[in-house]
């Protein structure tokens, strides 16, 4: 399995304001993956960052509103940008296991846009 | 739209096991059944696995009935750690479908 960590852990901001989430990974890996899970809801996934290219968004998800980055493999940035309150939700990178076959999990981000 | 069925909630006594069921009926040939939980607010976990074949290993046992189309976890000896959403998702070994698509989940609750 591989060991994520992601920065900040939460944050409280302001509307109209920009946060950018960082996430780590202890080794180098395709794949990974951005989720956002809103109050009392499950997880949907925003995009998909591969190194190299241009991330895949998923429907309705923008990437004027959630630019990512993804400069190396074991690094990847989300920024929500603009933010509102309907923003506030804990935002999870993930990546895929060197076999393919699964995915993990970071901690999660927990923000708060007042 | 969601591939799998689960009940909304669970519970159970501490020390028994837990099993959680599943329902896949659309399942596909090539598409696993992934089973992650979610412990209050922190990242899923990867549980467990399996294709068509029953899969143990030091969390649970993933029980695939012979036609595919539901499954059950097993906690064998459930702790008050276990309390968690428990999910259980279908998904393509490959291609844009190996993407983890995200249910409602079964909250279980293990009782003291």
């Known amino acids: 399995s591989a060991v994520i960590s992601q920065k900040p852990s939460r944050d409280i901001c302001q509307r109209g304001t920009s946060l950018t989430i960082q996430c780590q990974v202890d080794?180098?890996?395709?794949?990974m993956f951005w989720y956002r899970q809103q109050p009392g809801q499950s997880l949907t996934l925003i995009a998909t960052?591969?190194?190299?290219?241009?991330?895949?968004?998923e429907s309705g998800f923008v990437i004027d509103k959630f630019p990512i980055s993804r400069p190396n493999l074991t690094f990847s940035t989300l920024t929500v940008s603009n933010m509102s309150p309907e923003d506030s939700s804990i935002y999870l990178c993930s990546v895929e296991g060197q076999l393919g076959d699964t995915q993990y999990f970071g901690p999660g981000t927990r923000l708060t846009v007042l | 739209d969601a591939k799998t069925t689960q009940p909304t909630s669970m519970d159970c006594a501490e020390g028994r096991a837990a099993n959680l069921p599943c329902n896949h009926s659309?399942?596909?040939?090539?598409?696993?059944v992934y089973w992650y939980r979610q412990i209050h607010s922190q990242g899923p976990q990867y549980i467990i696995h399996g294709l068509k074949n029953n899969e143990t290993n030091e969390m649970a046992s993933l029980i695939i009935t012979e036609d595919r189309k539901s499954s059950t976890l097993i906690l064998p000896h459930a702790t008050l750690r276990d309390t968690a959403v428990y999910y259980c998702i279908v998904r393509s070994p490959s291609g844009s479908a190996r993407q983890l698509t995200f249910g409602s989940g079964t909250q279980l609750t293990v009782l003291p």
């Open positions: 960052a591969n190194q190299g290219s241009e991330a895949t968004y």
């Open positions: 080794s180098q890996v395709t794949m």
């Open positions: 659309t399942i596909s040939g090539n598409e696993y």
